[in-house]
C-alpha cells in the first residue's frame, strides 16, 4: 500500500474518501517508522504563526465557523488523546503499546496545531480556553462529554483493552467521521493553512483507524469465542451513538458556514467540495448528505474487514 507522503499535500482538497481497509499493523506503524516517516510528514504540515487572510481578520460567519471547526476539532483529538493514554497502559505486548503511543502523540499534535491556528486567528492565548467554549462548547457538550463519559467507563472502570480499541477505531468514528466531513475540502480556499491542518489530520486518522481494525480483527482470528460479546459491544455501542445529535450538529454548522461562503464566493473558483461538485454550487443538505454516506461506508468496509458487519444493523 502507499503510505502518507510529503507529497500528498498536493493532492486536490475533497471530502476524505471512504477507502477500504488498508492492510497495516502496529508493527507497521510502531515507533521507528513513525520517526522516519510520519513524524518528518506531520512537522512540515505543522505550520504556526502564518498569517490570516483578510477576509478571517474581522468577526463575521466565516470566521466564527472555522473558528468553531477549529475548536471543536481540538476538543476532539484531546479526548482521543486521553483515551489512547490508556489504551497504551493497557497494551498486551510492546509492539501495540508502541503503536498506541504514536497515536497519542499525532493526536496531541494535531490538538496543539488547531489550538495555535486559533491562536493565529482570534489569539490572544491566554484567552483560548474561552474562545473555544464559547465557540464549540456546545458541541463539545453534545456530543464529546458523552463519548468521553462511556470512554472513561470502559478503559479506567473496566480496563477492557478490545472494548477501548473499538471505540477508538468504530465508535468514536462513527460519531467524529461524519463531522470531520467539513474540513479540508470546505476551507482550502478560505484558509489553506487550517486547511491542511485538517487534512492532515484526517489522513493521519485513516492510517490510525486501519490499524486499529486490523488489531481486531486479528484477536478475533486468534480468538473467535470472543466474537458475541464484541459483536454486542459494538452494535450497542452503534445504537448509543445513533442516539447523539450528530446529523442535527452538523446541518447547524454547514448553515453557518454558508453564511460565510456566501459572502466569499469570489474565493472559491472551481473548488470542489467533492469530485464533480463545485463547493460554490453545493447546499449544506447536499453537504451534510455526503459526509454522512461517505461515513458509513467507511464505517460498513471497516466492520466488514473486522468480522462485525452485522453490529451494524440497529437493534
Known sequence: ?????????????????????MTLHPGDCGVEQWMRQFAPVQAARF???????????EDGPLRRALVRELSFRAYAKDLAAHSLCHLAALAPNTEEREYFVTYLVDETRHAAGFRQRLIDLAGPVDELTTLQSEAAGNDRNQVLFPLDIWSREILEGRLD???????VALLF???????????ESTWHSFDPVSADLLGSA?????RHL??????????????????PTLARFVADG?????????AALMLERAAQYQLGLDSHRYCLGEAEFEFGLRLA?????????LALERADTALTSRLTHIGLITAMRPN
Open 281 to 289: 454550487d453545493s447546499s449544506p443538505a447536499q453537504r451534510v448528505a
Open 202 to 206: 484526517d489522513r493521519a486518522q485513516t
Open 210 to 227: 486501519a490499524v486499529c481494525a486490523n488489531i481486531l480483527r486479528a484477536h478475533l482470528l486468534h480468538h473467535p469465542q470472543d466474537w
Open 173 to 183: 468514528d462513527a460519531v467524529l467521521s461524519p463531522l470531520d466531513g467539513f474540513g
Open 161 to 167: 483493552y478490545l472494548g477501548g480499541v473499538a471505540m
Open 238 to 246: 452503534l445504537t448509543r451513538c445513533r442516539e447523539l445529535p450528530v
Open 1 to 21: 500500500m502507499k503510505l502518507e507522503t510529503p507529497s500528498d499535500s498536493d493532492a486536490p482538497p475533497v471530502l476524505h474518501e471512504a477507502t477500504s481497509v
Open 47 to 57: 505550520r504556526c504563526g502564518q498569517p490570516v487572510p483578510p477576509w478571517l481578520r
